[in-house]
């Protein structure tokens, strides 16, 4: 149930959003073959539009840094077993050196009804006395709504294909706070996948 919602919060627009905050897990192995030229993108969620979309823009990002990248999604379909053999496959069909592995390690969400405001109009009129005015007061007020808080935090590693085990992680912390009825953009997809590159670029992961 907890990992539907996150699927909503990632897919409605945002009411208001703080930028991904990122803790390194394991800074880059001294024994790691970075860095690396031919990267194979994972994303591991229940919705495989949620994970089409993180894995293009993960690409979008390394391609601009001039990194070779392939999204599993766009080698499979909902059909396709997400499973071990099935990405070591991808790896070995598209000579990846890295494997790049994006999932959901904690969700917390939370409701609570917020007040509309109200909007007033003012019609002030004078009258048949001097300094007198007549004042009349409209109000209009909404119905309270439902504002939803999800924090989740997601797990990325990059895995050697060389060395065959992860050379480095991190772990991103998200908070979104959402109108119910709200729908719309990614952008937040698109904040988690600038961050992730950000840092690959940063730790030396990526190949000039």
Not at 196 to 206: A, E, H, P, T
Request: proline share 4%.
């Amino acid at each position: 149930m907890k990992k539907n919602v996150l699927i909503l919060a990632l897919a409605v627009a945002l009411a208001a959003c703080a930028g991904p905050q990122v803790t390194r897990v394991q800074k880059l192995s001294e024994t790691a073959d970075a860095p690396y030229r031919n990267v194979l993108v994972v994303s591991l969620f229940k919705s495989f539009d949620v994970r089409r979309y993180l894995e293009k823009d993960i690409v979008k990002q390394l391609a601009a840094r001039g990194v070779a990248a392939v999204a599993s999604t766009s080698l499979m379909d909902t059909r396709t077993p997400v499973t071990r053999q099935t990405f070591l496959a991808m790896v070995e069909a598209q000579g990846s050196d890295a494997v790049l592995v994006t999932r959901l390690v904690n969700l917390e969400t939370g409701a609570r009804l917020r007040d509309a405001n109200p909007e007033s109009t003012y019609i002030i009129r004078p009258t048949y006395y001097y300094n007198v005015w007549s004042v009349e007061l409209k109000e209009y007020i909404e119905p309270q709504t439902l504002e939803l808080h999800h924090s989740f935090v997601l797990a990325t590693q990059l895995y050697s294909v060389l060395k065959k085990e992860p050379v480095w992680a991190i772990e991103s912390t998200t908070n979104v706070t959402v109108g119910y009825n709200e729908r719309g953009d990614t952008s937040i997809i698109t904040d988690e996948a600038k961050s992730i590159v950000r840092y690959l670029s940063r730790d030396g992961l990526l190949a000039p």
